[in-house]
């Protein structure tokens, strides 16, 4: 994946199938030889990219039955349902869990219903739910190749697809896939989304995943969350307040989203406490339509100290984008880098890209350090950035900065916020294929020169290696780029 990618200079002509980049320094003397993840080649036509096989991953089901600390869940086992192998799989995904076990479950029949765990002790020792794959998957005894080749999928119309509703925390749920097959490299790229796990929650104004108060250092990773809200356009079918994944309360503390397909929520990620990082997630219909409902994509709150927000495509969305906002207290979301993300929603209500507003009646709330870096805005019909500081309840924001993005069609306010080399114009062409949801730069767009860790995009091209570090999620690399 991306960041497995060295951070380099490297001549697209000398990426060979021998697993070895020729790597050339900016001083043109020294020469490298390193070593990458052995892969079928990637190829630059263009700017149109074409994505390699996935390169071979940890393989988590292996690794634990190799260490003796698997456990097999199967939809219609009909062994003793000890968990022991595939045979005498527990047919059903168990309310406790047992500390740093790895249950590995393979592709549903008819479907699970909703998972709430009650139950998992304290440790910093991660238990881990895994995809089983026809690649990974354990022991073999009782395996069938057909258990691993789709998703397991876990429905409800009732509160949450899945509830963390323990305080134990160190918990992984992992689709086991890769950047091709879930996220936002997979919908930019023509992939289709083949998460291993699939949530859905069929009921208006509740949860699909729910961290509420618990999950301290929970990692999700190549699942997909659906919501209620079908439609894209138009009148949306949601019309209460449905969530996809969130953590009121102090919940998702240190957690990480990522390679995932959020979808069809009023608001798809909500209130994750302090550290999180969300990554490489397509994000998409955020939305719903009626009196009580106010869809954001996500909603950034009071607990936010710390967050990591990048490389996310964000698609199709009603209002508030990325939500900087809180309420009640005056410390407001701090410490939030949010960089190399696409966001684009045409033909919706109201879309902005990132927001930072609220108060309430007793004053304004303060936001601090919200850094806003090299992410590209198109066709939002409300804002690109909206810095709402400055009116009536509009909050105020203290080193929050905006450099290197672009926005067309979706006019910024930066109000009181440093900015500088950011486009704001209605140049479509600039992209290579916008219908086609290609937003790479068909020429050079110069922006200012960051610190590392601004310095990759999306697919793990250095920016300003040909000498012009450029605007916008993607890099415009002279003589080609880099792809998984
Ligand atoms: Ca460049």
Not at 38 to 61: D, H, I, K, Y
Not at 175 to 183: L, M, P, R
Not at 233 to 238: A, D, H, I, R, V
Request: charged residues 10%; negative net charge.
């Amino acid at each position: 994946m991306a960041s497995a990618l060295p951070q380099l200079t490297v001549d697209m002509r000398k990426l060979g199938r021998t697993g070895l980049v020729i790597a050339r320094l900016a001083a043109g003397i020294l020469l490298l030889t390193i070593p990458i993840v052995a892969q079928a080649p990637s190829t630059v036509t263009g700017f149109s990219v074409t994505l390699g096989s996935p390169p071979a991953g940890p393989r988590p089901c292996s690794d634990a039955a190799t260490a003796g600390n698997a456990l097999y869940i199967r939809q219609g086992a009909t062994g003793n349902g000890s968990g022991a192998d595939w045979t005498n799989a527990i047919t059903t995904p168990p309310s406790t869990l047992s500390r740093g076990k790895t249950y590995c479950v393979a592709d549903t029949t008819t479907g699970f219903g909703a998972w709430n765990i009650t139950s998992h002790p304290a440790s910093t020792t991660y238990t881990k739910i895994i995809k089983a794959t026809v690649a990974d998957h354990g022991t073999s005894t009782g395996w069938s190749d057909s258990f691993g080749d789709g998703q397991a999928v876990f429905s409800t119309s009732g509160t949450a697809a899945f509830n963390y509703g323990t305080s134990g925390g160190y918990l992984e749920i992992n689709g086991n896939g890769s950047a091709q097959t879930c996220g936002s490299v997979a919908a930019l790229s023509g992939g289709t989304q083949g998460c291993g796990f699939k949530f859905i929650n069929s009921a208006s104004g509740q949860f699909v995943m729910q961290w509420n108060g618990n999950g301290t250092h929970a990692i999700v990773r190549y699942t997909e969350l659906q919501g209620v809200s079908g439609t894209t356009t138009g009148t949306s079918s949601e019309t209460g307040e449905s969530f996809g994944l969130a953590a009121w309360g102090g919940g998702f503390d240190s957690g990480v989203i990522q390679y995932s397909y959020i979808h069809n929520s009023m608001t798809n990620i909500d209130e994750l406490g302090a550290g999180a990082t969300v990554e490489y997630n397509y994000i998409a219909n955020s939305r719903c339509s009626g009196g009580v409902c106010h869809p954001n994509v996500m909603y950034i709150g009071g607990g936010t100290n710390g967050l990591t927000l990048r490389y996310n495509f964000v698609k199709n969305y009603d209002a508030e984008g990325f939500f900087i906002t809180w309420f009640s207290t005056r410390t407001g979301p701090r410490n939030v880098s949010i960089y190399g993300n696409v966001m684009y929603s045409p033909g919706t209500e109201a879309p902005r890209g990132i927001e930072l507003r609220q108060a309430d009646g007793s004053g304004d709330v303060n936001y601090a350090n919200i850094l806003i870096y090299n992410n590209t805005f198109v066709s939002l019909s409300i804002a690109g950035i909206y810095d709402r500081s400055g009116e009536a309840f509009g909050g105020s924001c203290s080193g929050c900065v905006a450099r290197n993005n672009i926005s067309v069609n979706a006019n910024n306010s930066f109000t009181t916020m440093t900015q500088n080399n950011n486009t704001d114009d209605s140049t479509t062409s600039r992209f290579v294929n916008l219908s086609g949801l290609n937003f790479h730069l068909t020429a050079p767009l110069a922006g200012v020169a960051l610190t590392s860790p601004y310095n990759l995009d999306a697919l793990g091209n250095t920016r300003g290696a040909d000498g012009t570090w450029d605007r916008g999620a993607y890099e415009f690399c002279s003589g080609g780029c880099i792809v998984p």
